[in-house]
């Protein structure tokens, strides 16, 4: 089994926070859906990826919904016609097939053209409930967007709905994260991601932080937000099956779980990374580039051949984020001896513990994952 992932980096406007690759012009709309197309056929027919069994396909951004009704659909007639996959699979969850969309877009004329879509599973661009903070990110959305969007997807037939949030914000307090995560389960989504505001460099944002115009919240509130969020999940009936996110019985995202538990994928579109089970591509970080190349048959990737030393560091990164944790058994005696051997400092701390031959992050390691992480790779 292995999933696609189709990037689509159009966005009307820019979040102060993302570090994504995307664009707001939306003038190469359909000549960059042509070249997904084109890099389709020209993917399906290399080697390393030929044959493939798809079971997930996954369209993130920029902004999916940023592209109309026709364009959709091009990509899931070509999707089909290349891997041969059926487009009612995904209505019987044979496929999951999901997209990314902001609130705002989720109009009638949109819901009506999920319905003739293959597309069981939306996944929104949510972050707050709170106006103030949605315009302090640059967000389009205001929160009445948010439940008006959701009602939508549900008269569409949409019955698998991820919401994003963040907390985190300058000066935010505990009682308004609170009341962000009450808003999320009285929706009765079906799963959730919340990840803590993150500064990162070339964003608006980072730019702010070093004028001096914002702060980040220091460590113990973001700590008692996280475990907050945690708790209050639980109660919900959430699981919280990786570090961020959170699903109900049966509901856990299978395309994303691919890249946790290092299933092989397909990376389609500009800035767009590919897996073939052993070694990784990633396609080039600009549009016109990546058109031009694929409208003249031309390569835009580079491809990086994995060590046995990065193959056990990728494995250590991404099970470890998991609730299933890292197989002690799947590692070679070399690699599990220098596990053991750096994870005994967190196993005697209590931020790990062993149980049924895995390797897993306790609750009080699961708030300095990165550390710990870290610490178990190989330098």
């Known amino acids: 089994m292995a999933g696609i992932y189709i990037h689509i980096p ?24 042509n070249a997904l197309c084109r890099e389709m ?39 089909n016609k290349v891997y041969g996959l059926a487009l009612s699979d995904a209505h ?16 009638d004329a949109f819901a009506d053209a999920l319905r003739s879509l293959p597309v069981n599973r939306v996944s929104m661009g949510v972050q707050s409930f709170s106006d ?21 997807l549900r008269s569409a037939g949409i019955d698998n709905i991820s919401i994003d949030l ?17 808003a999320a389960i009285a929706l009765k989504v079906e799963h959730l991601s919340a990840y803590a505001l993150q500064y990162e460099e070339g964003t608006p944002l980072y730019a702010m932080m070093k004028r001096g115009e914002v702060h980040e919240i220091d460590e113990e509130l973001s700590r008692r937000m996280y475990y907050m969020l945690k708790d209050q999940l639980a109660d919900a009936g959430y699981e919280h099956y990786e570090i961020s996110n959170f699903a109900l019985p049966g509901r856990r995202s299978r395309h994303n779980g691919s890249y946790w538990n290092q299933t092989p994928y397909i990376g389609l579109g500009a800035a767009a990374h590919s897996f073939d089970g052993r070694d990784r591509q990633w396609n080039v970080s600009d549009i016109q580039r990546y058109i031009e190349g694929m409208e003249n048959g031309n390569s835009v990737a580079e491809k990086e051949n994995l060590t046995d030393d990065n193959r056990y560091n990728e494995q250590v990164m991404t099970a470890l984020r998991t609730c299933e944790g890292l197989s002690l058994s799947s590692l070679s005696s070399q690699y599990r001896d220098y596990c053991l051997l750096q994870a005994k400092p967190y196993l005697d701390g209590a931020l790990l513990t062993i149980a049924d031959d895995h390797l897993r992050l306790t609750r009080n390691g699961l708030f300095v994952s990165d550390m710990v992480i870290s610490d178990l790779m190989m330098v």
């Open 92 to 107: 019987h969850h044979h496929l999951e097939v999901t997209i990314e969309c902001n609130p705002d877009d989720v109009t």
């Open 10 to 33: 159009f966005c009307k406007s820019r979040c102060i926070y993302c570090g994504f690759y995307s664009q707001t012009s939306l003038s190469l709309r359909q000549r960059y859906v």
């Open 41 to 79: 056929e020209i993917r399906a027919h290399q080697k390393e990826y030929a044959g493939w069994s798809i079971n997930t396909v996954y369209l993130g951004g920029g902004t999916p919904s940023q592209l109309t009704a026709h364009q959709l659909r091009q990509l899931f007639n070509h999707i």
């Open 132 to 152: 103030e903070r949605l315009r302090f990110l640059h967000r389009r959305h205001n929160a009445t967007q948010v439940v008006q969007a959701i009602e939508r």
């Open 166 to 182: 963040i907390y985190g914000f300058p000066n935010e307090t505990v009682e308004q994260w609170q009341a962000d995560v009450d």
